[in-house]
Antibody
Framework: QVQLVQSGAEVKKPGSSVKVSCKAS????????LTWVRQAPGQGLEWVGG????????NYGQNFKGRTTITADESTSTAYMELSSLKSDDTAVYYC??????????WGPGTMVTVSS | DIQMTQSPSTLSASVGDRVTITCRAS??????LAWYQQKPGKAPKLLIY???TLESGVPSRFSGSGSGTEFTLTISSLQPDDFATYYC???????????FGQGTKVEI
């Protein structure tokens, strides 16, 4: 079974970009669908987008189209989520997760992204 | 986009109670509905997928039912470890996109 390790917490200025990584270990990375979900402080879960490394074409939630880029590097079993034009509303914990039967079964520990001037 | 509405937002219960949480979709999602449990400071945990399939390792006191636009998560006998926030999630195969409900906090 796969384990997911995410990059560390980030503090960013408004208008800048952040790139969060999610490294998979323990199983073949290529055939997993990987997805990103965020959670603002005290709020619910929001789907950001996802990718199947074998296929390579990501898809995004409506609120994230145009300023989010999700990629996957099969050689290092690592997925990335880059969010640009950051606003204070983007302050949240960003989780990566694998998918089975359209549900998200294995989750990373989360990466806190703080956007503050 | 498909909207998901959970009820109630907060639920007060006691150990041993039977608890039911409802999730309604703004249009049919067939059986593409999952339930998660989240505790403070932790990542969500998958409980149920495809509306009623219990994830491996999840206690059998959890069950899911429903199809189309109305779904329920039932905890048959609430245990101390079950006090948490629960989320439903739908998958829209036409987009494809995923949407979460707003969450139900189960508290004492």
């Amino acid at each position: 079974q796969v384990q997911l390790v995410q990059s560390g917490a980030e503090v960013k200025k408004p208008g800048s970009s952040v790139k969060v990584s999610c490294k998979a270990s323990g199983d073949s990375f290529t055939y997993y669908a990987l997805t990103w979900v965020r959670q603002a402080p005290g709020q619910g879960l929001e789907w950001v987008g996802g990718i199947i490394p074998l296929i390579g074409t990501p898809n995004y939630g409506q609120n994230f189209k145009g300023r989010t880029t999700i990629t996957a590097d099969e050689s290092t079993s690592t997925a990335y989520m880059e969010l640009s034009s950051l606003k204070s509303d983007d302050t949240a914990v960003y989780y990566c997760a694998t998918m089975v039967a359209t549900a998200f079964d294995m989750w990373g520990p989360g990466t806190m992204v703080t956007v503050s001037s | 986009d498909i909207q998901m509405t959970q009820s109630p937002s907060t639920l007060s219960a006691s150990v041993g109670d039977r608890v039911t949480i409802t999730c309604r979709a703004s249009q049919s999602v067939s059986l593409w509905l999952a339930w998660y449990q989240q505790k403070p400071g932790k990542a969500p945990k998958l409980l149920i997928y495809k509306a009623s399939t219990l994830e491996s390792g999840v206690p059998s006191r959890f069950s899911g039912s429903g199809s189309g636009t109305e779904f329920t998560l039932t905890i048959s006998s609430l245990q101390p470890d079950d006090f948490a926030t629960y989320y439903c999630q739908q998958y829209n195969s036409y987009s494809p996109t995923w949407t979460f409900g707003q969450g139900t906090k189960v508290e004492i």
